[in-house]
C-alpha cells in the first residue's frame, strides 16, 4: 500500500464530533521541516524501535514516515535510493526479517522490533560481498544509483528460489525449483535500472548461484 492513499478526510474516518479536533491535529504547520522524516505536525507520531545493520535504534516520528524515509533522514543510512517513492523502481529495496520490501511502501511504524539490512549491512568497502564483488567483476552497474537496491534483490531472489519459492515463470512446481536465467529476469524485475545494465547483473548474479549452488 502506498503510504497515504489509504489516508481518508476525517469527515470520512471519524465521527461528526471529533472531526474538528481531528482537523485540527492535520493543520500544515507554519514552518514546515524539509527534512520528509520530521515532518511532523502537532501530533500523531510513534515511536519506533528497530535493528538496522546490527544497531538498535529507537525512534520517534510522524506516523507518515516510511521506513525509506526513516533510514535516510533519520538515521543517514543512504544506501536505499529513492528513486521513484511509488514502489515501481525497486531503488529503495532493503531486507525485514530476511525478506525484502520496497522501503518506499512501507511505513516505519509498521517495523516494531524488526531486523533491517540496508546495503551497507551486506559489505562495505573493505569486506565485499562476494555478490557485491560480482557487480563489479561484470560491470553490473554505471551510474550506480540502482546498484543498492539490485544487490538486496539479487541476494534475496538466491534465496527465495532456494527456499522454494515459485515465481510467474516456474513451470513445475512440484519439483525443486532450478536457478534459470529466467527465474532470476522474471524475479529481478522489480528492480529497475535507467542505465539498461541488466546483462551484466544477469553474469553477476548467475556466477554466485553457480559458485554458491
Ligand atoms: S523508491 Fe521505492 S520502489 Fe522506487
Ligand atoms: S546503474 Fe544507473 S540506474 Fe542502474
Known sequence: MRPGTARQSPSQSQPKDLAPQTAARHQTPSAPSPNPGERTPSGDVSSVSFNVN???H????????TLLDALRENLKITGPKKGCDHGQCGACTVSVNGRRINACLSLAVMHEG???TTI???GTPDKLDPMQQAFIDHDGFQCGYCTPGQICSAKAVL??????IPSHVTAD????IEITEDEIRERMSGNICRCGAYANMLA???EIAETEA
Do not use: C, F, K, Y
Request: glycine fraction near 10%; charge should be negative; proline fraction near 0%.
Open 159 to 164: 534465496e527465495e528460489i532456494r527456499a522454494g
Open 54 to 56: 546490527g544497531e538498535e
Open 58 to 65: 529507537t525512534l520517534t516520528l510522524d506516523n507518515r514516515t
Open 173 to 176: 512446481l512440484t519439483s525443486r
Open 120 to 122: 551497507e549491512g551486506i
Open 204 to 206: 553477476a548474479i548467475t
Open 114 to 116: 524488526d531486523d533491517v
